[in-house]
């Protein structure tokens, strides 16, 4: 792996590749320049930045998906909900296996309902487009635990307690 603060320039080829130049145009780096923010650590803060895009390249080939930059950049929209998910579960614990696969498809349904009003019927009002698309990430996590669920034999919340 890089370990130094050099710059990487082609985010098609893994960072510790000899022809890996590319790291600012890496879907997985902030989006805005952080070296403007006066609070910004740039030793620390991009090295921990370099390591998690090598850490999400690695990941994406150790299980068999071509690690481009279009895939780079899912797998951080996955990340974002999977951190949601962490945050809702110190919250709420695991009550999505509670009621089962069959309430997660519920509420994934009101997940869809919501996003088509707030985006569809609404395509030009700036001030609810300005929210943060938590419910993109509950409906993502939604559909995993439905997945999740019924995997584990639970649609009606029956087996509730079955390692998932």
Request: proline letters at 7%; aromatic letters at 10%; hydrophobic letters at 35%.
């Amino acid at each position: 792996m890089a370990d130094t603060d050099e710059e990487y320039e082609n985010p098609d080829k893994a960072p510790d590749d000899p022809s890996y130049e590319g790291y600012d145009d890496d879907p997985l780096c902030l989006e805005d320049d952080p070296s403007e923010d006066p609070n910004w650590n740039s030793t620390d803060e991009r090295m921990a930045q370099k390591k998690a895009v090598e850490a999400g390249y690695l990941f994406l080939q150790a299980n068999g998906i071509e690690p481009t930059p279009d895939m780079c950049q899912q797998l951080s929209i996955f990340i974002e909900a999977v951190a949601l998910y962490q945050e809702r579960d110190k919250q709420y614990g695991p009550v999505w296996r509670k009621y089962g696969a069959l309430s997660n498809l519920l509420r994934s349904a009101a997940k869809v309902e919501r996003m088509i009003e707030l985006w569809w019927k609404n395509p030009n009002d700036e001030q609810l487009h300005k929210e943060p698309l938590d419910d993109a990430y509950d409906l993502m996590n939604y559909v995993a635990f439905f997945v999740r669920n019924v995997g584990a034999g639970n649609l009606r919340g029956e087996n509730a307690g079955v390692n998932q």
